[in-house]
């Protein structure tokens, strides 16, 4: 059964802390690995991930993939309380299965 | 239209009628998503259409649930004789042919009482 793991669950940090969020997974026919953020009902889409260890960037947000080990981590850097959310990975070759997601929570 | 548009995007009904969600993707995208998403919950894959192709519906919670996709475009979702654990967010997603970069919708929020 295709499976989608995150870790940790939830996370509180501080403002300018460097936060890293884990997503391993096992599916069938992997194609690509997605991050998105949600912050009230609609998911935005961060990242999209096909090879290994090209790193993706942008702004204070970076992540890579490591299709050997199965994993993503997603880093965000100096974070600021617009970056509380919950991050949510997603795995597909077509139909995309999501983790339960990580809430981060940013306190100034 | 400029993104993936759902409607209502509030609906209260009562345990037993049957609701119908509509979801209008991002114009040539082929490929559209459900996906139910409880309180505190992740999201849980409903049904998924690519273009002509059987609809992948593995992720139906039973047989009162349905969806469709007419002229490979809008989608409605259908839950027959409702019932209170039906009460979650719906999100709808649309992505291109060969990318698994999906979009979503607002989603439409069901509470059954």
């Known amino acids: 059964e295709d499976k989608v793991v995150q870790s940790p669950l939830s996370l509180v940090v501080h403002e300018g802390d460097t936060v890293t969020l884990n997503c391993s997974y096992e599916?069938?026919?992997?194609?690509?690995l997605l991050w998105y953020k949600q912050e009230k009902k609609a998911p935005t889409f961060l990242f999209m991930l096909t090879s290994s260890g090209i790193e993706k960037k942008s702004g204070r947000l970076s992540s890579i993939l490591d299709k050997k080990e199965l994993f993503s981590i997603l880093n965000i850097t100096a974070t600021q309380t617009g970056d509380s959310a919950i991050y949510l990975c997603?795995?597909?070759?077509?139909?995309?299965?999501f983790g339960t997601g990580t809430r981060l929570q940013v306190f100034p | 239209g400029a993104g993936v548009s759902q409607s209502p995007s509030n609906k209260v009904t009562e345990k037993g009628k049957d609701v119908e969600l509509r979801c209008d993707p991002i114009s040539g995208h082929t490929a559209l998503y459900w996906y139910r998403q409880s309180l505190g919950q992740g999201l849980e894959f409903l049904i998924y259409f690519q273009g002509n192709s059987a609809p992948d519906k593995s992720g139906l919670p039973s047989d009162r649930f349905s969806a469709e996709r007419t002229g490979g475009s809008v989608s409605t979702l259908t839950i027959q004789r409702t019932q209170q654990e039906d009460s979650a967010v719906y999100l709808c997603?649309?992505?291109?042919?060969?990318?698994?970069?999906?979009?979503f919708g607002q989603g439409t929020r069901l509470t059954v009482v």
């Open positions: 997603a795995v597909g070759p077509d139909k995309l299965i």
């Open positions: 599916v069938t026919n992997f194609r690509s």
């Open positions: 997603a649309s992505s291109r042919l060969g990318t698994n970069e999906a979009f």
